[in-house]
């Protein structure tokens, strides 16, 4: 019973460098979601999707691109890394019901840029 | 701007007595509010929510309480224990976000 996945959990890139974090849900849920957590900020979401083959942008996209081409898999990506995108970035997945249920969270992804 | 505000970073208690963590937001359009706990190093877990048709809602030791007209809510833990010691996160939803949107955390030490 896995629930939600992330991929790495943890990862130390160079500034400029490119990678690709992974979220993977069993639950069979609607949506998805990809925040990270910084000290003093709380949770702030990223990018999320309503959807297979839909993305939204969060409160803090900047920076970053997604991907849902399976239902099961959120890809979260960054271009060029920046230091100021060191963070921990958890996934989050609901069943839907346009937000009137809770969210399923992964273990997070710890990423220092460096 | 911040849409849904924890104004205490951190709050300390002594076991067996209550804690209460508080929560503001400023959007009305929200109208479906959750509290997740979170333990270092681990992803935030769902503890309890509440719809704006309720103004309390309980499981167990957990209360939420909400005030729609001040736009708050309050998560009253009776009574306090130590594996109680965690980050607690409120988040709000709904109102046609599909989304949601979380504080900043309030940091509970439940004091032995």
């Known amino acids: 019973n896995a629930g939600v996945t992330q991929t790495p959990k943890f990862r130390v890139l160079k500034t400029g460098q490119s990678m690709t974090l992974l979220c993977a849900q069993d639950?069979?849920?609607?949506?998805m979601y990809w925040y990270r957590q910084d000290p003093g900020m709380g949770l702030r979401l990223i990018h999320y999707?309503?959807?297979?083959?839909?993305?939204a942008k969060g409160e803090v996209p900047d920076g970053y691109n997604v991907s849902r081409l399976k239902k099961q898999n959120f890809l979260l990506g960054l271009e060029s890394a920046a230091p100021s995108q060191t963070s921990v970035y958890f996934c989050?997945?609901?069943?839907?019901?346009?937000?009137?249920?809770?969210?399923?969270f992964g273990q997070g992804t710890r990423l220092t840029v460096v | 701007d911040q849409q849904v505000k924890q104004n205490s970073p951190s709050l300390s208690v002594q076991e067996g007595r209550i804690s209460i963590l508080n929560c503001d937001y400023t959007?009305?359009?929200?109208?479906?509010f959750l509290w997740y706990k979170k333990y270092p190093a681990e992803g935030p877990t769902f503890l309890i929510s509440?719809?704006?048709?309720?103004d309390k809602n309980e499981d167990g030791r957990f209360t939420v309480f909400l005030n729609k007209s001040a736009k708050h809510l309050s998560l009253h833990i009776v009574p306090s224990q130590p594996g109680d010691s965690a980050v607690y996160f409120c988040?709000?939803?709904?109102?046609?976000?599909?989304?949601?949107?979380f504080g900043t955390g309030t940091r509970l030490k439940v004091l032995a």
């Open positions: 509440i719809s704006s048709i309720k």
């Open positions: 988040a709000a939803s709904g109102g046609g976000t599909y989304k949601y949107i």
């Open positions: 999707s309503v959807g297979e083959g839909t993305t």
């Open positions: 959007n009305s359009m929200f109208d479906y």
């Open positions: 989050a997945s609901s069943p839907g019901d346009r937000g009137y249920t809770e969210a399923f």
């Open positions: 639950m069979n849920h609607e949506y």
